[in-house]
């Protein structure tokens, strides 16, 4: 019997490296260095407030980390900047997985494993937040 959490991520994610996420020491760390998880959170916020033209209060201090969380890629499980967990992200932060996830399927995948300090910092210049605008949000 197949694994329910398996959809198709080899395409993506055979062979990747994965860096090791604590959280939310990780983000308290991005947020006094500024490194660039802190940045493609600023982004994504600064996007968001500026498309929906509320939530200004949000990008002052700490509170911008409650813009971001993200989703193990196999079974959903949610990431917080403020929710203790530990996750693995590929080098540009798109692709995340959860401790379980990534210790079911490491030997499956061929994952190379490396720490948060390993992450070498990238230009999120680049990164495009996507969020969907709906009449809820507008509201």
């Not at 798109?94 to 996830?101: A, P």
Request: with cysteine; glycine share 4%.
């Amino acid at each position: 019997m197949t694994d329910w959490r398996l959809n198709g991520q080899e395409e993506y994610l055979t062979g990747k490296t994965l860096y090791r996420i604590v959280l939310p020491d990780y983000w308290q760390e991005a947020y006094t260095t500024k490194n660039s998880f802190f940045q493609k959170i600023k982004k994504y916020a600064e996007t968001y407030v500026r498309e929906l033209k509320r939530g200004h209060e949000y990008l002052e201090g700490e509170k911008i980390g409650l813009f971001w969380h993200e989703h193990c890629e196999f079974c959903w499980d949610k990431a917080m900047s403020d929710t203790e967990g530990t996750f693995y992200c590929t080098e540009d932060m798109y692709y995340w997985v959860c401790q379980e996830c990534f210790d079911d399927f490491k030997n499956d995948f061929n994952w190379t494993e490396k720490t948060a300090e390993e992450l070498p910092e990238t230009d999120v210049s680049k990164y495009e937040p996507v969020f969907i605008v709906t009449k809820k949000n507008e509201e």
